[in-house]
């Protein structure tokens, strides 16, 4: 689903992304850590089409990210293909970005209609079941500034499942949460993970990417320090980084 190969990306003369290859397959749940500055969000903002690469590909379900092939030939993507492509992809963020003038419904039902064309019937159907889906059936014709954290991240996760994605990008989605509320939202994810959805997945939530993760990537500066199984990289890290690392936050 995810191929990254040797991918850079700086800012200015500052290089933050310095040379990532890896892999997500379809299904699979990657969580993705590392300290703070590492460039994990960098990376997430590339899979998503929101950076442009200084160096190296990254196809999302085999097409290339930023370039159409045509007869071996690569065309950069004009915007409005980009803002197509985009919206196979979902992205939940720390902060959880909801419209405050829409009700919960509308967030929902926004993107497949205006993006995708979707006839709002259907949209709001699907709208329904996902509200269900994340335990919020009856916050349908709520203003998200009525909700707490928790379900105003969850109805962001449902918003984006709403655009039917293939693969869902999470940035630290519990990490602006208050921490009785954190519970609520992985319960989520780990039952889209369930259902199979393919996610990679930011997060400084130790015991989740031990439970749910099938492959669990720690970053540092910009690179990929060590990536396999949880019960490997988490249990029995082999890098010093990665042992540094886990020391302070366990
Ligand atoms: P992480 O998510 O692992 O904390 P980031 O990808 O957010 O790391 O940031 C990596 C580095 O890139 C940091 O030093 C940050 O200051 C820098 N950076 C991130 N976004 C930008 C930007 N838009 N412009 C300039 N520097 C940035
Ligand atoms: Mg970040």
Do not use: W
């Not at 405050?100 to 159907?125: D, G, M, Y």
């Amino acid at each position: 689903m995810v191929e990254a190969v040797g991918v850079h990306k700086r800012y200015g003369s500052n290089p933050v992304v310095k040379g990532i290859d890896l892999t997500v397959a379809q299904g699979e749940v990657m969580c993705l850590l590392g300290p703070s500055g590492s460039g994990k969000s960098t990376f997430l903002r590339c899979i998503n089409h929101l950076e442009k690469l200084d160096a190296g590909t990254i196809r999302v379900a085999g097409e290339l990210v930023g370039y159409r092939e045509r007869n071996g030939r690569l065309h950069e993507l004009k915007d409005a293909e980009i803002a197509a492509r985009r919206s196979d992809i979902g992205m939940v963020f720390q902060q959880f970005n909801l419209f405050p003038h829409l009700t919960v419904l509308e967030n929902l039902t926004e993107a497949p209609v205006r993006v995708r064309r979707e006839k709002a019937a259907v949209a709001r159907e699907r709208a329904r079941e996902l509200l269900a889906r994340v335990g919020l059936a009856d916050k349908a014709d709520a203003y998200p500034r009525s909700l707490s954290g928790g379900q105003q991240q969850r109805v962001a996760i449902a918003r984006a499942l709403n655009m039917r994605p293939q693969l869902m990008l999470f940035d630290e989605p519990t990490s602006a949460l208050d921490p009785e509320l954190v519970g609520e939202v992985l319960d989520v994810m780990r039952a889209l993970a369930a259902d199979g959805m393919t996610m990679v997945v930011v997060t400084h939530e130790i015991a989740f990417a031990r439970e749910v993760a099938d492959t669990v990537t720690f970053m540092d500066d910009g690179v990929v320090v060590e990536s396999g199984s949880p019960a490997v990289v988490l249990g029995a890290p082999q890098h010093p980084r990665t042992q540094a690392f886990l020391a302070k936050v366990l």
